[in-house]
């Protein structure tokens, strides 16, 4: 069946009104070429849609099951346009944002700022590690990346928005918790719980002792930094985190940040994507509202 859509608006014009005239006007037609168009479709469909008793002209029962579909059809076509237009906006639309799992504890609060500005935008949140957002960016599975420092190879966009100070964390009742400028050689001789591998965190310790020369004991190796600080709590070892993940901890006075010199180890958070990578107008709007909010979030997480 051969059936173009422009045959359809003329077949729906004229069913609706009961008129080829009427049809004619609304589409700013001739009556013949109204006509036409519905020859030519019943020609198609092979059967007749509209037959004639006295003056007035009523739909078949062909014409009424097409009558049926096709304002469905249009119905849909208009609903995709109004999609197609939001997106084009910042009205609606979906915006896939992945973040560090160190990163999490701030950028939900981000993404709670920025959907009461913009209430009609759903957001896909995915949490995982340094590697898995590694993997993300190449196979372009995402709009927007939150992460510590980005990685050389890879084309990509990056910009720091924030400081990502890690620190290291004791229990209250540790014999250096109340020492002062701990020498950094002094760590040497402690055990750490650590990240799993392709943790930036995990990382970034790594080559933060190794650039000094220095021995890096590692005890148990976590997948969060919420079983880190529990574990480092319950005793069973030194921990390195991002103060971002402390705030609970550091106000209920669970855990103390040891006075480590060369402490703490200063990164940066950045809000990363694909060179090239085409950014919806909602993507865009929520890198520049991460940039903006970034100064407020850091003083109050930081004080
Ligand atoms: P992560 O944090 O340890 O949760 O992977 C990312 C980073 O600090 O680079």
Do not use: C
């Amino acid at each position: 069946m051969k059936v173009t859509l422009r045959q359809l608006k003329v077949f729906e014009s004229v069913a609706s009104h009961s008129s080829y005239t009427r049809a004619a006007e609304e589409l700013h037609l001739t009556q013949p070429a109204v006509s036409m168009q519905i020859k030519q479709l019943e020609g198609n469909i092979g059967l007749p849609l509209f037959e004639r008793l006295g003056k007035k002209i009523y739909l078949t029962e062909a014409g009424k099951e097409l009558y049926g579909y096709s304002s469905s059809i249009s119905r849909q076509l208009n609903e995709i346009e109004e999609i197609l237009e939001n997106m084009k906006g910042l009205a609606r639309g979906r915006l896939r944002v992945s973040v560090a799992s160190t990163a999490n504890y701030f950028t939900t609060r981000l993404l709670a700022g920025f959907s009461k500005l913009h209430t009609g935008v759903t957001v896909v949140l995915d949490v995982t590690n340094r590697a898995g957002l590694l993997t993300q960016l190449a196979n372009n599975e995402t709009d927007l990346v939150i992460m510590g420092q980005p990685p050389q190879e890879l084309d990509l966009v990056t910009t720091a928005f924030m400081e990502n100070p890690l620190v290291v964390i004791a229990p209250l009742n540790h014999p250096l918790a109340t020492e002062n400028q701990i020498p950094f050689v002094r760590l040497q001789d402690e055990t750490f719980v650590v990240r799993e591998p392709g943790s930036g965190t995990r990382i970034a310790m790594e080559r933060y002792f190794s650039e000094r020369g220095a021995r890096l004991t590692t005890g148990m190796e976590m997948t969060s930094n919420e079983a880190i600080k529990q574990a480092v709590e319950a005793g069973l070892g030194l921990g390195i985190v991002s103060i971002h993940t402390l705030e609970l901890e550091l106000e209920t006075g669970r855990l103390t940040v040891l006075d480590a010199r060369a402490f703490p180890i200063l990164r940066h958070w950045y809000i990363v994507h694909r060179q090239g990578k085409r950014l919806s107008p909602i993507a865009q709007a929520f890198k520049i509202f991460v940039l903006e909010e970034a100064t407020s979030m850091a003083s109050k997480t930081l004080n």
